[in-house]
Every structure is written in structure tokens, then in C-alpha cells.
């Protein structure tokens, strides 16, 4: 039978699990913004250029339930680390899907 303390680590492990996961794909969406703008530059029309869009918006959107999937994950005792970890996620995804944005609307007004 699994004891009380076994359970408590594993839930634990997994919310940090989650949260850096969540890091990993904010971090994603900045790499793939700056890859999809090269995109924009192959071939002959956009068709690259939104298939790197779409990558990018789905990382973002993984991001997003790997925080969701953490806050989940959470159990009563609130430890610092992971709530700073989900906030900074948060916060690169938001400024991730803005940045994204922008660039899209800056590509196709021809800045």
C-alpha cells in the first residue's frame, strides 16, 4: 500500500514536472518566432511562413496546459519555486503570443 508521504513527493514532482515542461515550450515559442520569419524567405510563397506560425502558436497552446496540467497537480502545501516557475512561464507565453502576433501583423502590413 502506498504511503501518505510517497504520494505527496510524486504529486510534487510531477507539478515541478509540468512547470518546467511549461519553461520549456515558452521558450519554444521565442525560438520559433525567430525561425518562422526565416520561414517567410523559402520558396516562393508563404506557405512555410504559416506552417511555422502554426508551430508556434501550438507550442504556445502545449505551454499553456502544461501550466494548466501544474496548477492541477498542486497540492495544499504551496511551496515558492513552483508558483514563481508558473508565473514566469505565464508571463514568457503572454509575452510569446504577443511577440508572435506582432510579427505576423508587422510581416503582412510590410514592415
Known amino acids: 500500500m502506498e504511503s501518505v508521504r510517497t ?3 510524486a504529486e510534487n514532482a510531477m507539478q515541478w514536472f509540468y512547470a518546467v515542461l511549461a519553461l ?3 521558450t519554444g515559442v521565442f525560438y520559433l518566432s525567430k525561425l518562422f520569419q526565416d520561414m517567410a524567405y523559402w520558396g516562393e510563397g508563404l506557405t512555410w511562413y ?3 506560425v502554426v508551430f508556434t502558436y501550438l507550442t504556445g497552446l ?3 496546459g502544461f501550466i494548466i496540467l501544474s496548477v492541477k497537480r498542486r497540492n495544499g502545501k504551496k511551496t515558492l ?3 514563481l516557475l508558473r508565473t514566469f512561464s ?3 507565453l503572454v509575452i510569446g503570443f504577443l511577440w508572435t ?3 505576423i501583423i508587422a510581416g503582412m502590413s510590410g514592415m
Open 62 to 64: 502545449l505551454g499553456i
Open 24 to 26: 520549456i515550450c515558452a
Open 81 to 83: 519555486f513552483p508558483i
Open 50 to 52: 504559416w506552417i511555422g
Open 90 to 92: 505565464t508571463s514568457a
Open 7 to 9: 504520494r505527496f513527493k
Open 101 to 103: 502576433t506582432f510579427v
